[in-house]
């Protein structure tokens, strides 16, 4: 059981450049999210997929994408990226029933020049 | 509006020095209250859920406990592997934020030998 998995682990780009991180989870969850973590401002919420089929914004959507490709795999996409995008991103799921905790996986560090 | 706010930011402790750490809240209709640890270049770990006033929960050398304003974790007779970031987050029952976690900033343990 490999719970959250990320990819990549690292990852830099240069302004304008596209990229896709993408997430996995082999629990069996109905609901994904996508966080940024950057210092001093706690997790925030980009996306988040409450079931299969569906997606809604979050706290801190604009320059993102998301697509949610079946119940395990939740991938987020810069179209164009900034430097404001610097971050560490992380995905999360939850079993989507009741009121439950969310797991993370490890987390993709992204530099943009 | 939906808010989570940690003290103190940091916390030095020597080994064997108990202390608490605290989670103050204002949430629309709380559904549960969320403690993660997060280690350097990690995912949040999840420790424990508390979903009512006057829950508290256990495990190894932490405690949580909950009021209706906020959470504290005890942390008893700390070992230098604790040392790590320890989050708070909130689910709203209602509202925008609704079914989503709200994250604190956090608070940074150091447990010196």
């Known amino acids: 059981n490999a719970g959250v998995t990320q990819t990549p682990k690292f990852q830099v780009l240069k302004t304008g450049q596209s990229m896709t991180l993408q997430c996995a989870q082999d629990?069996?969850?109905?609901?994904m999210y996508w966080y940024r973590q950057d210092p001093g401002m706690g997790l925030r919420l980009i996306y988040y997929?409450?079931?299969?089929?569906?997606?809604d914004k979050g706290e801190v959507p604009n320059g993102y994408n998301v697509s949610r490709l079946n119940k395990r795999e939740f991938s987020l996409r810069l179209e164009s990226a900034a430097p404001s995008q610097t971050s560490v991103y992380f995905c999360?799921?939850?079993?989507?029933?009741?009121?439950?905790?969310?797991?993370f996986g490890p987390g993709t560090r992204l530099t943009v020049l | 509006e939906d808010q989570v706010t940690q003290s103190p930011e940091a916390l030095r402790l020597q080994e064997g020095e108990s202390s608490s750490l605290n989670c103050s809240y204002t949430?629309?209709?709380?559904?549960?209250l969320f403690w993660y640890r997060q280690d350097p270049g990690k995912g949040p770990e999840f420790l424990f859920t508390?979903?009512?006033a006057g829950e508290e929960k256990e495990k190894e050398r932490l405690k949580a406990t909950l009021t209706k304003k906020e959470s504290f974790l005890h942390i008893t007779a700390p070992k230098p592997e604790d040392s790590a970031t320890y989050l708070c987050?909130?689910?709203?029952?209602?509202?925008?934020?609704?079914?989503?976690?709200?994250f604190g900033k956090g608070t940074k343990l150091s447990v010196k030998p």
């Open positions: 999360a799921s939850r079993t989507g029933f009741g009121y439950n905790e969310q797991f």
């Open positions: 949430v629309s209709g709380l559904r549960g």
């Open positions: 987050a909130v689910q709203a029952g209602t509202g925008r934020s609704q079914g989503n976690l709200i």
């Open positions: 997929s409450a079931s299969e089929g569906t997606t």
């Open positions: 508390l979903y009512s």
């Open positions: 629990m069996n969850h109905n609901s």
